[in-house]
Nanobody, 116 residues
C-alpha cells in the first residue's frame, strides 16, 4: 500500500508560479515511477510529468520548459514546480505512484486555477 497526499494548489494569475507537493508514505521501496497528472473540467486525465527512481524525467510537450518535477528522498516527497502558468493549466492535479507490480496509486488531487 502507498498513500499520497498532495498540497500546494491554489489560485494564481497567468505568468505566476506554484509548487505542488506530494507526500509519500507506505511501501515506498516498491515504487518505480512517480508522476503528476491533471484533469481539466470536461476533459480526460492527462500525464504531466514523471520521474523514475534514478531521477530520469519525462514531460508533456505542453509543459516542457515551464514545469519541473523533483524528488526529495529524505522527506519522501515529490514536487512539481510550475512556472509561467497559463489559464489552460487550470485543472485538478493528481500525484501518482506506480509499483514494480504495475499497481498504481493516486492522491486525492489539488486544484490549480490560473486566471487570465
Amino acid at each position: 500500500q502507498v498513500q499520497l497526499v498532495e498540497s500546494g494548489g491554489g489560485l494564481v494569475q497567468a505568468g505566476g508560479s506554484l509548487r505542488l507537493s506530494c507526500a509519500v508514505s507506505g511501501s515506498i521501496f516498491a515504487i518505480r515511477l512517480m508522476g503528476w497528472y491533471r484533469q481539466a473540467p470536461g476533459k480526460q486525465r492527462e500525464l504531466v510529468t514523471t520521474i523514475t527512481r534514478d531521477g530520469d524525467t519525462n514531460y508533456a510537450d505542453s509543459v516542457k520548459g515551464r514545469f519541473t518535477i523533483s524528488r526529495d528522498n529524505a522527506r519522501n516527497t515529490v514536487y512539481l514546480q510550475m512556472n509561467s502558468l497559463k489559464p489552460e493549466d487550470t485543472a485538478v492535479y493528481y500525484c501518482n505512484a506506480r509499483l514494480a507490480s504495475l499497481m498504481s496509486y493516486w492522491g486525492q488531487g489539488t486544484q490549480v486555477t490560473v486566471s487570465s
